[in-house]
Nanobody, 127 residues
Framework: QVQLVESGGGLVQAGGSLRLSCTAS????????MAWIRQAPGKDRELVAA????????YYADSVKGRFSISRDKDKKSVYLQMNNLQPEDTAIYYC????????????????????WGQGTQVTVSS
């Protein structure tokens, strides 16, 4: 049974930073692409960052490029999202997600790749 547990969300002022963490269990962590996906009230889900199973290859949405950084630690079975220079428009629930298939060399920037999601962590940025 796949389980993804996020932590690290909270309230921060504009210009501040947060680091989200996600610990995975249930499948060999190193075999699966991982992503961070956010959803703000009244808006569509947005895949903000993704990282390949090999850790060679990262993707960022234009809205966060240069401010957010995704990384993974195979020993800790964890994926991280470092978020700097946060802005009010970054306010959302952030979900950690794992691809459905192992060693997937497809489009890891696509929401369709990610089958398993965590419960989400709230990030609120005040102006």
């Amino acid at each position: 049974q796949v389980q993804l547990v996020e932590s690290g969300g909270g309230l921060v002022q504009a210009g501040g930073s947060l680091r989200l963490s996600c610990t995975a269990s249930g499948r060999p962590f190193s075999s699966y692409n991982m992503a961070w996906i956010r959803q703000a009230p009244g808006k569509d889900r947005e895949l903000v960052a993704a990282i390949r199973w090999s850790a060679i290859g990262t993707y960022y949405a234009d809205s966060v490029k240069g401010r957010f950084s995704i990384s993974r630690d195979k020993d800790k079975k964890s994926v991280y999202l470092q978020m700097n220079n946060l802005q009010p428009e970054d306010t959302a629930i952030y979900y950690c997600a794992q691809a459905g298939q192992p060693i997937d060399r497809g489009d890891y920037s696509s929401l369709r790749m990610y089958t398993y999601w965590g419960q989400g962590t709230q990030v609120t940025v005040s102006s």
